[in-house]
């Protein structure tokens, strides 16, 4: 009977972590990406995201108290197998959460560093158990949470984007890790310093990798997301506010992957790329469609156009807009959709071909 019955909360959780970790990091993801986090301004999202942040932050204090011997209650030091575990489900959520919010606004083209980056800690999190317990480990993790976190819910705030909003992000961040680590000194100084160093070597490492990922265009520039995209041969707003488009006919299973699509070109035919993009509620700006064509002779894109137009945030299914050009070149083409600050928000590639007879054509309406 014995080896049904775990002697102690400690031997439970052992036994069946490799069971209730796995199904609670999906349930946790399906939850995050269909129902609890489908927009970034949403109040149920920031305060689910908030409740992560504060729980981890008890969680690695209560941890550390703990292993200084600064609590001494019978219930606590009978709770302590479960504080690990419960910081692991708070940065799991954490993770989740930024993975179902960054991938949507990233154009995995430019931006797939990062949202790789985030799955990897996402299904990584379930072997960082024991990691918990060290100080070091604790601070830098929750570093990058924070500042992650910051990056969008700034301009969600302040309805505004850009470089000054990422460099408040990152003060922020420095400044309340700077004052989360000046608490943990005082409620367990033993441990405190003597991880001191190392928390700060992570700090620094953490805060430069992403300033360079930021400049670099690799970060995706969140709160704004791409909704659809996609290249046409008309484009008509109707009086209701709608978009009637005209496109060619694809195969149902290319219609879920919509990347670099055959334009066949006619004489006096336009070519239209349309996108919606979502920015938060009170988030007015602009957006540009930087046109691209891929010299063959010397292998580098050469933009050919610039057009841009203002949208305005808070509309579900994004603010949609176009722009068209006349005869393009035969080859490869792609139209980038970028912030005024040279962000990328997604891309349309295509190649196109000249054809004598106009393509059979599919209308839809967005």
């Not at 946790?28 to 981890?56: E, I």
């Not at 924070?146 to 819910?153: D, G, V, Y």
């Amino acid at each position: 009977m014995r080896r049904y019955l775990p002697k102690n909360t400690e031997e439970l959780l052992r036994w069946y972590e490799r069971y209730v970790s796995p199904l609670s990091l999906l349930a946790g993801f399906l939850a995050d990406n269909f129902f609890l986090l489908k927009r970034v301004d949403l109040f149920r999202t920031n305060a689910l995201l908030f409740f992560y942040l504060l729980v981890a932050a008890l969680a690695i204090v209560l941890i550390n108290m703990l292993e200084a011997g600064r609590l001494r209650a019978k219930w606590m030091i009978a709770a302590a197998p479960f504080i690990p575990v419960i910081a692991q489900f708070c940065f799991g959520g954490l993770f989740s959460g930024y993975l179902s919010l960054y991938s949507r606004s990233a154009s995995l083209a430019v931006s797939w560093i990062f949202v790789v980056a985030l799955a990897l800690l996402l299904f990584g999190n379930e072997r960082f158990t024991r990691l918990y317990s060290r100080f070091p480990f604790q601070i830098g993790l929750y570093f990058f949470v924070l500042f992650s976190f910051l990056e969008f819910f700034l301009p969600v705030v302040f309805h505004q984007i850009g470089p000054y909003m990422f460099f408040a992000a990152g003060l922020l961040s420095l400044t309340l890790i700077t004052l989360f680590m000046l608490m943990m000194r005082r409620l367990a100084p033993v441990i405190a310093r003597a991880g001191a160093q190392r928390a700060i070597m992570a700090i620094v490492v953490i805060f430069f990798a992403f300033n360079v990922l930021y400049f670099g265009n690799v970060i995706p520039p969140l709160p704004l997301s791409l909704k659809d995209a996609g290249v046409y041969h008309s484009v008509v707003r109707l009086s209701d506010g709608s978009y009637q488009l005209e496109g060619e006919s694809v195969p149902w299973y290319k219609s879920f992957l919509r990347y670099n699509d055959v334009f066949h070109q006619t004489p006096g035919g336009q070519v239209y790329v349309y996108a919606s993009v979502f920015a938060p509620s009170g988030l007015n700006t602009e957006v540009l469609h930087q046109w691209q064509y891929y010299n063959p002779a010397t292998q580098q894109w050469k933009t050919t156009d610039t057009i841009s137009y203002p949208i305005a945030g808070g509309l579900d299914g994004g603010y949609k807009g176009y722009s068209y050009k006349g005869y393009l070149t035969p080859g490869s083409w792609r139209v980038n959709i970028i912030t005024q600050y040279g962000q990328i928000i997604g891309q349309v590639a295509f190649t196109v071909e000249n054809a004598t007879e106009p393509p059979t054509l599919e209308t839809s309406t967005e």
